[in-house]
Structures are given as structure tokens and as C-alpha cells.
């Protein structure tokens, strides 16, 4: 049997924008709910309704990929279930968040994390002056020493270049450096540029590709054409994040001026 997808629509108080749920998982974790959102309303400043009756639910084992246009309240919906909502003066006024089988919904977001739930918010995510080694520390903060060890090293076997920078700061970039030389060596070839980032519209891979370009002094022509700002879901999700053959092919023809 293969993988699955839920698509759950809910209302946002923004001109009724709506936004989708859709989950990948296995047939074997087809009905295990590890997280569930059931009908919550989200207010800011004790009057501004932002989300209303909004429901969804992420099988164990899956991925769920909420999507939605700008202001239809996908960082919302995550404040809330991780319990960030009331550092900027939200609050769940209705429904709950429940996790493993247990309501999470008024907890503090330090028990959040302990009981699981991590919220990655957007950029890069790390400490830059902290070293690659302090890092990795401070994310496994909540677990047990006595497992640590076990798990950096499956952490060094998925990325080989951490281990061998262990006690430099860390910065993301010497993950796999840009070959700089080759874009620019084409580059001038050509005197025009069309950059296709299928990682994220902010703080990718493109950004760095303009900056050595910019570095080099290209006078040419760029245009730069991305996916969406979100981690890419697998199944159906993905063709609603990842960026097209069309849009590239219509980037590229805007910059040949066709």
C-alpha cells in the first residue's frame, strides 16, 4: 500500500484565506495521530482573530506540510502548537493542541520541548558564536547524556565535514562551499545569469551565488527564481513548495528579453 495524504482546509479571520494540510506517511502509521490541532482560534491583543476553526493532524512516522498564502496564519498555527503565541500577545481562545494523546495546549514552551515538540523558526537556525561542537550541544539540551554521544555521531555520519570542524564557529556556508571560480568563469562568458534555488527564497544557497557575483563585479544581467521558505515535504506536499520548470522557464525568458 503506498503513502497517504490528508488535506485538511481551515478558515483564517484574513479575508477567509485558506490553507491546506497535507500529510505523507507510511501504511503502517496511517492512523497513528501523534499530533493533533482540533478546531482552535487564535486572538492577538485580546481582539484581532487570526485563525478560526482550524484543524488538522500529523500521522507518526510522516511528514505534514502546511501550506497557504502570505498572512493566512501558517506561523501562527505553529506558535501555537509549540506555545510561542504568548510571547507576541496571542493566546488559544478555543479548541486545544494535543500531543501523543495528551493536551499540550496551555503548557509553557520549555515543557513543549521537553515532551517533543521543537520548533525550528526561519533562518539558519544556529549560533554563530558558538562552535559547530557547542551547537550540536545546545540542540540535544533536553536529552540524556548517556545517549548523546550515540546520536552525534549518526550526526556525523549524515554531515563527515562537522567532525572536522568541531571547534570552529559555526557557519553553514563550508557545508558545501560554492564553486565560485566555475559560476564566475561562466558568468562572464555569457553576461547573463539566471539563479534557480530549489532550497528557499531567503537565506539559500542564490543569496550566496549574487554576493560572489556582486564581490566580482558583474556587470551582466541576474535573475533568481526560488521555491518557497519552507524545509521540502515529501509526496504530494512538494509540488505545492518546489519550484517549477515553468517558472524557471519564464525567468529565463524575461532575462533573454523574449
Same mark, same amino acid.
Given at each position: 500500500?503506498?503513502?497517504?495524504?490528508?488535506?485538511?482546509?481551515?478558515?483564517?479571520?484574513?479575508?477567509?484565506?485558506?490553507?491546506?494540510?497535507?500529510?505523507?506517511?507510511?501504511?503502517?502509521?496511517?492512523?497513528?495521530?501523534?499530533?493533533?490541532?482540533?478546531?482552535?482560534?487564535?486572538?492577538?491583543?485580546?481582539?484581532?482573530?487570526?485563525?478560526?476553526?482550524?484543524?488538522?493532524?500529523?500521522?507518526?512516522?510522516?511528514?505534514?506540510?502546511?501550506?497557504?498564502?502570505?498572512?493566512?496564519?501558517?506561523?501562527?498555527?505553529?506558535?501555537?502548537?509549540?506555545?510561542?503565541?504568548?510571547?507576541?500577545?496571542?493566546?488559544?481562545?478555543?479548541?486545544?493542541?494535543?500531543?501523543?494523546?495528551?493536551?499540550?495546549?496551555?503548557?509553557?514552551?520549555?515543557?513543549?520541548?521537553?515532551?517533543?515538540?521543537?520548533?525550528?523558526?526561519?533562518?539558519?537556525?544556529?549560533?554563530?558564536?558558538?562552535?559547530?561542537? @557547542?551547537? %550540536?550541544?545546545?540542540? =540535544?539540551? /533536553? !536529552?540524556?547524556? +548517556?545517549? *548523546?554521544?550515540?546520536?552525534?555521531?549518526?550526526?556525523? &555520519?549524515?554531515?563527515?565535514?562537522?567532525? @572536522?570542524? %568541531?571547534?570552529?564557529? =559555526?557557519? /553553514? !556556508?563550508?557545508? +558545501?562551499? *560554492?564553486?565560485?571560480?566555475?559560476?564566475?568563469?561562466? &558568468?562572464?562568458?555569457?553576461?547573463?545569469?539566471?539563479?534557480?534555488?530549489?532550497?528557499?527564497?531567503?537565506?539559500?544557497?542564490?543569496?550566496?551565488?549574487?554576493?560572489?557575483?556582486?564581490?566580482?563585479?558583474?556587470?551582466?544581467?541576474?535573475?533568481?527564481?526560488?521555491?518557497?521558505?519552507?524545509?521540502?515535504?515529501?509526496?504530494?506536499?512538494?509540488?505545492?513548495?518546489?519550484?517549477?520548470?515553468?517558472?524557471?522557464?519564464?525567468?529565463?525568458?524575461?532575462?533573454?528579453?523574449?
Amino acid at each position: 500500500m503506498s503513502a497517504g495524504t490528508v488535506a485538511v482546509p481551515a478558515l483564517s479571520s484574513r479575508g477567509d484565506t485558506t490553507m491546506e494540510a497535507a500529510t505523507t506517511t507510511t501504511a503502517a502509521a496511517a492512523d497513528q495521530t501523534i499530533l493533533e490541532v482540533k478546531n482552535i482560534e487564535v486572538v492577538f491583543n485580546d481582539v484581532i482573530l487570526v485563525l478560526r476553526g482550524l484543524s488538522l493532524a500529523a500521522r507518526r512516522g510522516g511528514i505534514t506540510a502546511l501550506l497557504g498564502a502570505n498572512g493566512a496564519g501558517k506561523s501562527t498555527t505553529l506558535k501555537a502548537i509549540s506555545g510561542l503565541l504568548p510571547v507576541e500577545d496571542g493566546e488559544i481562545t478555543r479548541g486545544g493542541v494535543w500531543f501523543d494523546g495528551e493536551e499540550i495546549t496551555r503548557l509553557p514552551p520549555n515543557r513543549i520541548v521537553h515532551r517533543g515538540i521543537f520548533q525550528v523558526m526561519e533562518g539558519r537556525g544556529i549560533v554563530q558564536d558558538m562552535t559547530v561542537v @557547542e551547537n %550540536l550541544r545546545l540542540g =540535544a539540551h /533536553t !536529552r540524556r547524556a +548517556a545517549s *548523546l554521544a550515540e546520536d552525534m555521531d549518526q550526526v556525523f &555520519a549524515y554531515f563527515p565535514r562537522l567532525k @572536522e570542524r %568541531l571547534e570552529t564557529p =559555526a557557519d /553553514t !556556508r563550508w557545508l +558545501a562551499p *560554492l564553486p565560485v571560480e566555475d559560476v564566475l568563469r561562466e &558568468a562572464m562568458a555569457t553576461g547573463r545569469v539566471l539563479i534557480a534555488d530549489e532550497t528557499r527564497r531567503s537565506g539559500g544557497v542564490s543569496e550566496g551565488v549574487i554576493a560572489a557575483l556582486a564581490d566580482a563585479n558583474f556587470g551582466g544581467l541576474v535573475a533568481r527564481v526560488t521555491s518557497e521558505d519552507s524545509l521540502i515535504p515529501l509526496g504530494p506536499a512538494a509540488s505545492a513548495v518546489l519550484l517549477s520548470e515553468a517558472a524557471i522557464e519564464v525567468a529565463g525568458a524575461r532575462l533573454l528579453g523574449l
